[in-house]
């Protein structure tokens, strides 16, 4: 797992850990990063229990702050409002920016 945080914004990068273990790490890492806004970048191993990351989403953004998966083999229609997900690191900070912008602005 790797960890880059540069400003609010905390980028968790799944490195050689199976999907089952970075779940576990994530689970622990995100009482330190609560107040960030986060973007997990997996890799090619799919998640196993999808139900966990929606978990940590949506809990994640009941605080006001975003959770966003970067991942070319996830589809975002399979998860409708529950977890966003986009094809690269760049669209995720483009989205937090839209979302810093919305929430400046009351939305």
């Not at 999907?19 to 970048?41: A, G, M, P, T």
């Not at 977890?83 to 810093?100: F, K, R, S, W």
């Amino acid at each position: 797992m790797i960890i880059n945080q540069h400003n609010s914004t905390v980028v968790i990068t799944q490195d050689k850990t199976n999907s089952s273990e970075f779940l576990k790490k994530l689970s622990v890492l995100h009482e330190r990063y609560k107040k960030n806004d986060l973007i997990l970048q997996l890799k090619d191993t799919p998640i196993a229990s999808m139900d966990a990351l929606v978990s940590l989403s949506e809990m994640h953004r009941q605080l006001n702050y975003s959770f966003i998966v970067v991942s070319t083999h996830l589809n975002q229609d399979d998860f409708e409002d529950h977890l966003t997900i986009v094809p690269t690191l760049q669209e995720a900070h483009d989205y937090i920016e839209m979302e810093l912008m919305q929430r400046d602005l009351g939305f």
